[in-house]
C-alpha cells in the first residue's frame, strides 16, 4: 500500500520511517529535489499547484496525507476528488488562517487570547482599543516559528508593524503572560476512535520550539481533562481523522488556545521512544483505519531541537538514553536540521541530565 505526503520534510521522514514496519511505502510530493524525506522514498519533485506534478504524484496511491500545513487547500480539495485525503481538507483550511482557527475554536466555547482582524488603520486603532497593550500583530496566514509576527509595545510600534507585516490579512492579539505554553496531540481513527498522548510543557525562543518535556510536570487532572475535552470538540467538529495538535498557553489553571497543527507535530516527536505508539505511526493506524496504539508514556522524555548546527554525533550517543535523529538536510541558520530525545525511566534523572543535553545540542537557555 503507497501513501502519499504533500511535503518532504522531516514529518515526512518520520512518517515513512514510522509506517515500514506495517509494510507500508510512501511517495512525497515537494518543490525542492532536496526535500530529506527523498532519502527514505520515492520523491516527485513540483510545485503544489502543478497539474502534472499532481498527477505523478497520485498515480497509484491508496491515500494522501500531509506533513506541511502550507499546501495551497485547492490542491488539496483536487487530490480529494480522486483520493482520501486525511486529515479533511477542511481542517487544512481552518489551520492555515489565524484568524479562521481562533474563531473556530471560539465557536466551540474553547478560551483563546482576546483578538481583532486588521486590514488596515482603522482595525488596527480599534483592534488596540479592545486588546490593549502589549499586543502581537500577526499575519493570518503563511508564518511559521515566529515568523510573520511582531510584538506591540507602543502604539508607535503598531503603526511601523502594520506597515512592515503589508498592511492587512493580519491579526492583532493580546498579549498572554502565561505561565508556560503546553500542546497536546491527539489522534482520531477512522472509525472514530480518540486517543490523547500526555500534555507537553513546550519551550520556544526566538519563536522556535527549542525543548519539550513530556509528560508536562505538573499537570493536574483537571487540566489534563480540560484539554482533552477542548481537542475533542475540534476533532468532532472537523470529522478528523490522524493526528491533530493544539497549542495552549497555561496560565494558572485556565488553558487558552493559541494555534493548531492538522499533522504530527514537533512537540510529539518525544513518542518516538518515549511512548508506547509513536504519533507517526498513530497518524498512520488513524488514516488507515487500524486500531489506534496506546499513547501511554514510557517514563519521561527531554526533546531538543538541532537548530542551525550540527552536534559531535559521538557525544550525544554517549549520553545514556538519548536519542539521535539527524533529518539528512544541510545546515543552514535557524534551520531545523535534527533532534535528540533524552529518556529515563525517573523524572529527577532526566533533571539531572538536562544541562548535558541543552549544552550538546547548543540550546539557548530556556
Ligand atoms: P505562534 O507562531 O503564534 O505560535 O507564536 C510563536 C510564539 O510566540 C508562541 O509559541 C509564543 O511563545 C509567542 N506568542 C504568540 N502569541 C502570543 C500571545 N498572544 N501572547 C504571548 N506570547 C505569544
Redesign the pocket.
Known amino acids: 500500500m503507497r501513501i502519499g505526503v504533500l511535503g518532504g520534510g522531516q514529518l515526512g521522514r518520520m512518517l515513512a520511517l514510522a509506517g515500514y514496519p506495517l509494510g507500508l511505502s510512501f511517495r512525497f510530493l515537494d518543490p525542492s529535489p532536496e526535500a530529506c524525506a527523498g532519502q527514505v522514498g520515492e520523491l516527485v519533485v513540483g510545485g503544489f499547484l502543478e497539474e502534472g506534478a499532481l498527477a505523478r504524484f497520485a498515480e497509484g496511491l491508496s491515500l494522501v496525507t500531509y506533513e506541511f500545513e502550507n499546501v495551497p487547500v485547492e490542491a488539496v480539495r483536487f487530490l480529494a476528488d480522486h483520493l482520501p485525503v486525511y486529515p479533511p481538507p477542511e481542517a487544512l483550511a481552518v489551520a492555515q488562517d489565524?484568524l479562521l482557527e481562533k474563531t473556530f475554536m471560539q465557536s466551540l466555547g474553547v478560551p483563546t487570547?482576546p483578538f481583532h482582524p486588521v486590514e488596515g488603520p482603522v482595525d488596527l486603532e480599534e483592534g488596540l482599543r479592545r486588546v490593549g497593550l502589549p499586543a502581537?500583530l500577526?499575519v493570518r496566514q503563511g508564518?511559521?516559528?515566529?515568523k510573520g509576527?511582531a510584538l506591540l509595545r507602543t502604539e508607535e510600534e503598531a503603526r511601523e508593524a502594520l506597515k512592515a507585516l503589508g498592511g492587512q490579512g493580519l491579526l492583532l492579539?493580546?498579549?498572554?503572560p502565561?505561565d508556560r505554553?503546553v500542546s497536546l496531540l491527539s489522534v482520531r481513527g477512522l472509525g472514530g476512535e480518540v486517543a490523547f498522548y500526555p500534555l507537553v510543557e513546550n519551550r520556544?525562543h526566538g519563536?522556535i520550539l527549542r525543548l519539550s518535556l513530556a509528560p508536562a510536570p505538573g499537570v493536574s487532572e483537571a487540566l489534563k481533562r480540560k484539554a482533552e475535552d477542548y481537542a475533542g470538540r475540534a476533532l468532532a467538529a472537523l470529522g478528523y481523522v490522524g493526528v491533530l495538535a493544539l497549542?495552549f498557553?497555561q496560565v494558572g489553571e485556565e488553558l487558552l488556545f493559541?494555534?493548531m497543527a492538522p499533522r504530527v507535530h514537533n512537540s510529539g516527536h518525544w513518542t518516538i521512544e518515549g511512548a508506547e505508539t509513536s504519533q507517526f505511526q498513530n497518524h498512520l493506524r488513524a488514516l488507515l483505519g487500524l486500531p489506534l496504539g496506546s499513547t501511554a508514556p514510557r517514563g519521561y522524555s527531554a526533546m531538543v531541537n538541532l537548530i542551525g548546527q550540527k552536534p559531535d554525533f559521538g557525544e550525544v550517543l554517549r549520553l545514556k538514553g538519548a536519542h539521535l535523529h539527524w533529518y539528512g538536510k544541510s545546515v543552514r541558520p535557524g534551520r531545523k536540521v535534527g533532534h535528540i530525545t533524552l529518556r529515563r525511566d525517573r523524572p529527577q534523572d532526566l533533571e539531572e541530565a538536562l544541562p548535558r543535553l541543552l549544552f550538546l545540542a547548543q540550546a539557548p537557555a530556556v
Open positions: 489565524r487570547p502581537l500577526k508564518g511559521y516559528d515566529g509576527q492579539e493580546g498579549y498572554v502565561f505554553e520556544h519563536g497549542e498557553f493559541n494555534e
